[in-house]
C-alpha cells in the first residue's frame, strides 16, 4: 500500500473511493473556480502540454479517467479532434457540471460522460487509443489496480497522458510551496467551498503522493512502456508520459 491510500478527505470507516466520492459531490459548484484561483491559471497551461504530447499520435477514441467538470477532455476534444471521447468520474455531481460545460461548447457529439469506479473499469480490453487523467490519480483508492485498469482497457501502442500535483523537490520552491500548501489552500478551499476537510485533504494526499522516479517504477509495474515524466512550475505539478 502506498501512503497516499491511507490519506482519506473524511474521517470513518467508509471506503477512500466512497469518501472521495462524497467529497466531490460535496465540493462541485465550488470545484472550477478553486482550481484556476489556487494555480493562479497555471492549470491549464499544464492540461494544454499533456494534450500537446498526444498530437503526433492522433488518438481517435479516447477515455479521460477521473474527468471532473470535464475540462481536460474539453481541452482534449478540441486540440486533439478523436471521434469519440468517453469522461468517466465516480462523481456524479462533478459530471453534471461537466455535461452543461460540454453542451455549453457544442462538444456533446463527441464527448459523453459514464459513471465509473476507476479500480474496476468497465470497458472492454484494448478499447481506447488515448487515456488522460487530470489531478486525479492521486485519489484511487489502490493506484496499482487503478493503473492496471487504465493499461487493460488502453489499445496496444495507446498512450497514457496524465498531469498530477507534486511537491517539488529544489530549494526554494519546496519550502515556498509548504508554506501555500498548508496555510493559504486549505484557508482559501473552506472559504469558498465551505468543506475545510476537503482542502486539508489535498494537501495531505500530495505530499503522501509517489512521483518522480517512484512513478516510473509503479508504471512499469502495472505494464506501460516508455515512460517519461516532465516536471512543471518548479516542480509544483509533474506530466507522466507512457505507452502500452
Not at 470507516?13 to 472521495?20: F, H, M, N, R
Not at 456533446?108 to 487523467?133: G, P, Q, R, W, Y
Not at 517504477?217 to 512550475?233: H, N, V
Request: with cysteine.
Amino acid at each position: 500500500m502506498y501512503e497516499q491510500e491511507k490519506v482519506k478527505p473524511y474521517q470513518g470507516d467508509k471506503e477512500k473511493g466512497k469518501l472521495v466520492e462524497e467529497m466531490f459531490d460535496n465540493i462541485a459548484p465550488a470545484y472550477d473556480k478553486l482550481n484556476h484561483r489556487l494555480s493562479w491559471n497555471i492549470d491549464k497551461s499544464w492540461r494544454n502540454q499533456a494534450i500537446q504530447a498526444l498530437q503526433p499520435y492522433h488518438p481517435q477514441v479516447m477515455l479521460d479517467i477521473a474527468t471532473g467538470t470535464g475540462d481536460f477532455a474539453i481541452l482534449a476534444a478540441k486540440m486533439l479532434k478523436p471521434q469519440k471521447l468517453i469522461g468517466a468520474d465516480i462523481s456524479e455531481g462533478m459530471m453534471k457540471i461537466g455535461k452543461q460545460k460540454v453542451a455549453e461548447q457544442k462538444l456533446d457529439h463527441v464527448i459523453s460522460f459514464m459513471k465509473e469506479d476507476c479500480m474496476n473499469l468497465s470497458f472492454a480490453d484494448n478499447t481506447f487509443d488515448a487515456i488522460t487523467a487530470a489531478f486525479g490519480i492521486r485519489n484511487f483508492e489502490h493506484l496499482d489496480k487503478g493503473l492496471s485498469e487504465m493499461h487493460r482497457v488502453l489499445k496496444k501502442g495507446g498512450h497514457l497522458s496524465i498531469v498530477e500535483l507534486t511537491t517539488p523537490v529544489t530549494f526554494p520552491m519546496r519550502q515556498l510551496f509548504k508554506i501555500y500548501s498548508h496555510t493559504f489552500l486549505p484557508f482559501y478551499g473552506k472559504l469558498v467551498s465551505k468543506d475545510k476537510s476537503a482542502y486539508n485533504y489535498l494537501t495531505a494526499s500530495i505530499e503522501a503522493f509517489p512521483q518522480g522516479e517512484k512513478m516510473m517504477e509503479i508504471f512499469k509495474k502495472a505494464g506501460f512502456d516508455d515512460m517519461r515524466f516532465k516536471r512543471l512550475t518548479f516542480g509544483i505539478c509533474t506530466m507522466y508520459i507512457a505507452t502500452k
